[in-house]
């Protein structure tokens, strides 16, 4: 093997050990959150995260949500289609950390969505669950939830933490400010060792997927 060989070999093996030193920087980490949009308004909607659609599953109904999807964390811009357009309906710009994050859309305006930190706690063999004002025109709400639970006035973009109770068929009340008369009455089942969150949606005169209702989000099931 002749010297010029030799010397070419060395300079090819330096180059190679040179360039994956200066590659270790290359790949950043990317660090993740998860979001839970909750459509808390009358339109059916297509959740987008800068430009690439998230619900790819099936569109997201009046009372839907998509479960937590795993997203970047930090600042995102997120927009908000109606299934049958086109046109971004709405941006929603936002800066997610933690864990779990839920993002509430109650109307047709960025005016109309906020975003809550879920911090998801439960006690074995009870279940846990909060409730959430997403209807802009109801005003202040109390809520009880069976005959262990209650939230009191609740404001629009509020979410309580999350309360144990036990688990099966629970008769739900949601009452306008100093009235006597619940607005909605219902029965909701619930699990043990899981974790629900009850929002109200909707207009107090409002029709059709329009109309003041509860909804529920299933945040964990049978941990």
């Known amino acids: 093997m002749n010297t010029r060989y030799l010397i070419l070999l060395f300079i090819a093996v330096i180059a190679g050990l040179s360039a994956c030193k200066n590659n270790d920087n290359v790949f950043p980490t990317v660090v993740n959150t998860t979001i839970n949009v909750v459509n808390a308004s009358a339109d059916t909607l297509n959740f987008f995260l800068n430009g ?25 811009n997120y927009q908000f289609k109606k299934a049958d357009g086109f046109n971004v309906l709405f941006s929603v710009p936002l800066t997610l950390s933690g864990v779990n994050n839920s993002l509430y859309v109650a109307g047709e305006s960025a005016a109309d969505t906020f975003s809550t ?10 279940t846990s669950v909060r409730f959430v004002n997403a209807a802009p ?44 008369t619940a607005a909605i009455d219902t029965i909701i089942a619930m699990e043990p060792n899981s974790g629900y969150t009850l929002f109200a949606k909707g207009q107090l005169n409002g029709k059709g997927n ?7 989000v299933t945040n964990f099931l049978n941990q």
């Open 52 to 76: 690439t659609r998230q619900n790819n599953a099936s569109n997201l109904f009046p009372l839907g949500s998509t479960l937590y999807l795993t997203v970047p964390a930090g600042a995102q």
């Open 117 to 126: 930190r879920d911090t998801l706690t439960y006690d074995s063999g009870y």
């Open 137 to 180: 025109n109801a005003g202040n709400l109390n809520v009880f939830v069976g005959d262990t639970v209650n939230f009191k006035s609740r404001a629009f973009k509020s979410s309580s933490v999350f309360l144990t109770t036990g688990s099966g068929l629970k008769e739900v009340k949601i009452y306008l400010a100093g009235a006597t």
């Open 210 to 216: 329009a109309a003041f209702d509860v909804g529920v």
